[in-house]
């Protein structure tokens, strides 16, 4: 079992920057895949980047949406995943999801990820 828990959420103006938090606790993070996922109201839950494992070095994966913008990144001496963004726009407003997988292998479909934290909010007024 891997329990998830988000931070960093917050009301920031357009153009501005968060981090979010992801701390995990449980067994083996280090060998799961790690994803950040939205969810905005009336909407569906959206993929928004991806971080894999494997003995090789880590690969990350993004959404067109947050290219360039955001940043994923694992720290697995803290059981913590990062997303750094920036150049935030009203449009990313929404709950993000920190998500973990069984294996290393990175995935952007939501269905494939078996723990899931509450959730964050992030609010960008314009």
């Known amino acids: 079992q891997v329990q998830l828990v988000e931070s960093g959420g917050g009301l920031v103006q357009a153009g501005g920057s968060l981090r979010l938090s992801c701390a995990a606790s449980?067994?083996?993070?280090?060998?799961?895949?790690l994803g950040w996922f939205r969810q905005a109201p009336g909407k569906e839950r959206e993929f928004v980047a991806a971080i894999n494992w494997s003995w090789t070095g880590t690969s990350t994966y993004y959404a067109d949406s947050v290219e360039g913008r955001f940043t994923i990144s694992r720290d697995n001496a803290k059981n913590t995943v990062y997303l750094q963004m920036n150049s935030l726009k009203p449009e990313d407003t929404a709950v993000y999801l920190c998500?973990?997988?069984?294996?290393?292998?990175?995935?952007?479909?939501?269905?494939?990820?078996?723990?899931w934290g509450q959730g964050t909010q992030v609010t960008v007024s314009s």
């Open positions: 998500a973990a997988k069984s294996t290393g292998l990175a995935a952007t479909q939501d269905m494939l990820y078996a723990y």
């Open positions: 449980g067994r083996n993070f280090n060998s799961k895949a």
